[in-house]
């Protein structure tokens, strides 16, 4: 399983190794060019994480596996295990700027005053940060210390986590294996990116220059055995958001998510620069927002969202 989670995750890799000089909506003029490299990371990287999420819906429902507790939850786990199985570094960058992503969006909830939507199929964005965090020490306590220090991670909990985390890839292994693709074996995804709104254009040109459905989709390819017909589609949804449509075998990432989370970060890189505290963590200040996981029952179907 560890081989197989590694090889899923090869092509990512090298595709986020390779960005930097992106354009984007952001004036380049608001941020330095060490700053702008930081933005296009953080948005490739929660992309990804986004990504493997909605495949974990799509594994589910392909597959016909079984899920106990909440599905949200588990499918969190499967991306957190993909990219920390990988154990690479630009991975781990990206499995890092995950977890900021989602403490910033409760930060800027915060913010705007909004409430907890205790009520929603997904754990509050903070929990699911602090569940990142667990699973990531689970895996390696070292490795990131320096990140759970920042967060004043309790120590004990710290403890806990590395049952946790082997259980949840023993589970994920124990649910995939069966459906491993034959030797030489391999199914068709089609990609498509479609044509966004106006003020869309620079993050939709970000995701087709990276080849970033491409990527994903050809990363499982092989490996599980999926009927073909599926679609990886990009496109404007109106909201920012991700989400699997199992009525018609869809995977959809929004390009308004890629514009979000560079205004999260944008806006931070930007406010930690003028208060002279690059060096700050944006997990410390454990941030998060619900409304980017807001189920999207787009045309009627059932709908699986980030």
């Not at 079984?66 to 990219?83: H, M, W, Y």
């Not at 989709?217 to 958001?241: H, M, R």
């Amino acid at each position: 399983m560890r081989k197989t989670l590694t090889q899923a995750l090869l092509a990512a890799t090298l595709m986020v190794s390779a960005l930097g000089g992106t354009a984007r909506a952001e004036d380049p003029n608001s941020l330095t060019e060490d700053e702008v490299k930081e933005a296009v990371q953080f948005i490739y990287g929660n992309a990804i994480f986004v990504l493997l999420h909605e495949v974990g819906h799509m594994f589910i429902s392909e597959l016909q596996l079984p899920v106990l507790g909440r599905e949200e939850d588990a499918v969190d786990a499967l991306s957190t295990i993909l990219l920390l199985e990988a154990r690479d570094e630009t991975l781990d960058t990206a499995i890092t700027d995950s977890a900021d992503g989602w403490f910033l969006s409760d930060q800027e909830r915060e913010k705007a005053g909004g409430e907890q939507a205790f009520w929603d199929a997904h754990a509050l964005d903070k929990q699911r940060a602090y569940q990142m965090v667990c699973l990531m020490v689970g895996q390696d306590a070292d490795g990131f210390k320096e990140f759970a220090d920042s967060l004043d991670f309790p120590q004990e909990r710290r403890e806990e986590c590395k049952y946790e985390y082997e259980k949840t890839l023993s589970s994920w292994s124990g649910l995939l294996t069966p459906h491993a693709m034959p030797d030489g074996g391999k199914n068709t995804i089609k990609v498509t990116y479609e044509e966004p709104a106006e003020e869309l254009q620079p993050y939709a040109q970000m995701m087709k220059d990276a080849k970033l459905l491409e990527t994903i989709s050809e990363s499982f390819a092989g490996l599980y055995k999926l009927n073909d017909g599926i679609q990886f589609v990009a496109t404007t949804c109106g909201q920012p958001n991700a989400f699997w449509v199992p009525s018609e075998r869809k995977l959809v990432y929004c390009y308004e998510l890629a514009s979000y989370h560079d205004q999260l970060i944008s806006k931070w890189l930007v406010e930690n620069r003028e208060n002279g505290d690059d060096q700050q963590s944006s997990s410390d200040q454990q941030g998060s927002e619900d409304e980017q996981s807001t189920d999207d029952q787009q045309k009627g179907a059932s709908v699986s969202s980030q």
